[in-house]
């Protein structure tokens, strides 16, 4: 099989999974609005932490990956491992949005404000800039070897510095009080809501395979172009 | 280890003469502080906000954004008539030109540090100067920290396109510890309140100077084109 072909193969397998758990996502749209009972403190709003909370574990689960590909990368010295961690990225970014605009819509009646300078909050919104400067970055470098190597750098340093802002966002605020004392934590949840939070966390993390698996294959076959290309320029 | 540390001296020493021959970025740095502390002192509403309660972050704000004006320097330089090669084809490993240069930025950045903070006095009017061995240790953790990750950093971007644009939005989300707890600690010994206070970030600010000087010293050899 040519690298062509297989990248054609690997994008039809995401591109399947994707579609397929676009429609699961919908699944979990009705399930979450029609058939899981209303919360009784907080009443509809609270139906948006179905699709916020698994938002942020596939846009965190994307940045970690991101992260250990740069190591393995940096070890096996394997083109494929950029690839695959910058479509890792560029995915968690996705995610990164969905979680930080979903976010401040249940804030504001729930917490009655938008924003607040929460651990979670504040060290999510800090790993998502960083994640664009390394997009922004690789958008910077035309050499595919040293944009491999400069990434791979940024997503190890970017991976240590996670920890740090959250020990930084922590001595903050149990230095200075938050007046709003609510946690972002759920107390162990009724069966049936727990049962629609899992399943839309099922559906969220094959999203994310579908979404990075279909961008590998895209990045492949860009590869595949720019080589061809260079080729053409030689003869 | 000796002929290494030799090696970064040896680099160290010639930044420096280069940057005291021109003390371009130097003026241009030291210009931009004092540009920031007087725009900074004016941010704010007089009748509502007092001076003091400005002062830390102005003084962090200042420090890091002047620093970042010089931090891509040291790269910079290399990068006409490919300078950089010639360094690298010393027999010397990749970690003492890293030495080298990060010895060379703290040189600069404390430059313009101790010019800005007697400036900073002036213009704020804080008792700074019984809390100032305190605080010149946090200058010096803070400052290393961001040196250290700054230098790194420097070294990737100039080879790429918008060099001086990339510097800031890479660097900034690696400032959010260091400086948020320099600003902290620095706000509490300006209200006369002990050192121990602000034992909690200290320790953090140790903690991210081990980490990211060890990562960095490993993860410069990946930066260099060879």
């Known amino acids: 099989m040519t690298t062509r072909e297989r990248a054609h193969a690997i994008a039809r397998r995401g591109t399947v999974l994707s579609g397929v758990m676009l429609v699961a996502l919908i699944l979990v749209y009705v399930r979450a609005l029609m058939f899981t009972p209303i919360e009784r403190f907080q009443g509809p709003a609270q139906k948006i932490f179905y699709v916020h909370a698994p938002a942020a574990w596939s846009a965190l689960l994307a940045f970690a990956i991101t992260g250990i590909l740069s190591i393995l990368y940096l070890w096996l010295r394997d083109h494929r491992m950029d690839l695959a961690a910058s479509a890792s990225a560029e995915v968690g970014v996705a995610f990164s949005v969905v979680m930080l605009t979903t976010g401040p819509i249940w804030g504001k009646p729930i917490w009655g404000t938008w924003w607040t300078w929460d651990a979670r909050l504040t060290s999510t919104l800090f790993i998502f800039l960083l994640f664009v400067g390394y997009l922004v970055m690789?958008?910077?470098?035309?050499?595919?070897d040293t944009r491999a190597r400069y990434s791979a750098v940024l997503g190890i340093?970017?991976?240590?510095?996670?920890?740090?802002?959250?020990?930084?966002?922590?001595?903050?605020?149990?230095?200075?009080?938050d007046p709003i004392l609510m946690k972002?934590?759920?107390?162990?949840?009724?069966?049936?809501?727990?049962?629609?939070?899992?399943?839309?966390?099922g559906v969220?993390?094959?999203?994310?395979?579908?979404?990075?698996?279909?961008?590998?294959a895209l990045a492949l076959l860009e590869d595949l172009r720019d080589e061809e290309a260079a080729n053409r320029a030689v003869s | 280890m000796r002929e290494a540390?030799?090696?970064?001296?040896?680099?160290?020493?010639?930044?420096?003469?280069?940057?005291?021959?021109?003390?371009t970025a130097l003026v241009s740095s030291l210009a931009f502080a004092v540009l920031v502390l007087a725009i900074l002192f004016f941010a704010r509403d007089p009748t509502a906000i007092g001076v003091v309660d400005v002062a830390p972050g102005a003084l962090w704000v200042t420090f890091t954004f002047a620093a970042m004006i010089g931090l891509n320097r040291a790269f910079l330089m290399e990068r006409e008539n490919r300078a950089l090669d010639g360094i690298l084809l010393a027999p010397v490993p990749s970690s003492a030109v890293f030495l080298g240069k990060v010895a060379a930025n703290l040189v600069f950045v404390t430059t313009v540090e101790a010019v800005s903070l007697p400036l900073f006095v002036l213009f704020y009017d804080v008792p700074l100067w019984p809390r100032l061995p305190a605080l010149a240790l946090v200058i010096a953790m803070a400052t290393f920290a961001f040196v250290v990750v700054g230098t790194l950093l420097s070294s990737m971007v100039v080879q790429t396109r918008f060099a001086e644009l990339m510097l800031p939005l890479l660097l900034l989300p690696f400032l959010v510890p260091p400086v948020v707890g320099a600003?902290?600690?620095?706000?509490?010994?300006?209200?006369?309140?002990?050192?121990?206070?602000g034992e909690g970030w200290l320790r953090l600010l140790l903690a991210f100077d081990i980490v990211y000087f060890g990562l960095a010293t490993l993860l410069f050899d990946d930066t260099i084109d060879k």
Request: charged share 15%.
């Open chain 2, 5 to 23: 540390l030799k090696a970064a001296g040896a680099i160290a020493l010639k930044d420096l003469a280069v940057e005291w021959r021109t003390k």
């Open chain 1, 157 to 177: 340093m970017g991976l240590v510095l996670v920890p740090f802002i959250h020990a930084t966002v922590f001595l903050f605020r149990t230095l200075h009080p």
């Open chain 1, 204 to 216: 969220f993390t094959l999203l994310y395979v579908g979404f990075v698996t279909q961008r590998y």
């Open chain 1, 184 to 201: 972002p934590d759920k107390p162990s949840l009724p069966g049936d809501m727990l049962v629609t939070l899992l399943f839309s966390f």
């Open chain 1, 138 to 144: 690789r958008g910077a470098v035309a050499d595919p």
């Open chain 2, 183 to 197: 600003v902290q600690i620095t706000a509490r010994l300006l209200a006369g309140r002990p050192l121990s206070e």
